[in-house]
């Protein structure tokens, strides 16, 4: 697998959207590659798949954010909007986590890093954070420590 494997399977999703002339996942796909590309323009270099992971999972943040947003303020067809739009977002996310798996990732972090304290959070979100990007809501991940740690 190259190191854009993600962005070259994101292309071709998006060939297959036009091809099938699915408009709304098409325009969905193509959000996500624009936002590859305006990475590599300001940064002017290739993103790698860990890279392209980020800009994913925070493309998945948002829309997290502006669906409960939307429901809150009752506009069901914007949240109904958002929520289509996290669907084919996670189709290019690595699988979540079980909570289990989650607990496990944390204690074996803090062990490594010898966390005791809630000055030594940083050193244990650095260490989970490559582990678990996509794949867990880091703000859950973060709570779990604190309350670890606390």
Request: aromatic content about 2%; overall charge neutral.
């Amino acid at each position: 697998m190259s190191n854009t494997a993600l962005k070259e399977r994101l292309t071709a999703e998006m060939k297959i959207s036009m091809r099938a002339k699915d408009k709304q996942r098409l325009v969905v796909i193509r959000s996500l590659l624009a936002a590859v590309k305006q990475v590599e323009v300001d940064s002017r270099a290739t993103v790698d798949d860990a890279g392209v992971l980020a800009i994913i999972d925070k493309a998945m943040k948002q829309r997290r954010d502006s669906h409960q947003q939307f429901s809150d303020a009752n506009r069901l067809d914007l949240a109904e909007q958002e929520a289509y739009e996290m669907t084919v977002i996670q189709d290019f996310m690595p699988e979540a986590l079980t909570e289990d798996e989650i607990n496990a990732l944390i204690d074996t972090a803090m062990t490594k890093s010898g966390a005791a304290t809630m000055q030594d959070m940083g050193k244990v979100m650095g260490l989970l954070k490559p582990k678990m990007q996509g794949r867990a809501d880091m703000g859950v991940v973060s709570k779990l420590i604190r309350a670890k740690l606390g």
